[in-house]
């Protein structure tokens, strides 16, 4: 049981990496946008991530589309 709980940690862990390296080249894509812009893009990545959170809370994953 221990091993699986680290294999899930780790698996975690390599996918909290990939999300931040996709969000800092996010970051470099907007780097020449005015500062509202950016502002606006980063709510709504905010918004999405908490819908997608209480989502996977709730059992729901999958619930929150793309589009």
């Keep these: 049981m221990a091993n699986d709980a680290v294999k899930v940690i780790d698996t975690a862990n390599r996918i909290a990496v990939m999300a931040e390296g996709s969000l800092a080249g996010l970051e470099r894509v907007m780097v020449g946008w005015p500062a509202e812009f950016r502002a606006i893009l980063w709510e709504a990545v905010a918004h999405t991530a908490t819908l997608r959170?209480?989502?996977?809370?709730?059992g729901d994953v999958g619930s929150v589309n793309n589009g």
Excluded at 53 to 58: M, P, V
């Design 53 to 58: 959170a209480e989502a996977a809370r709730n």
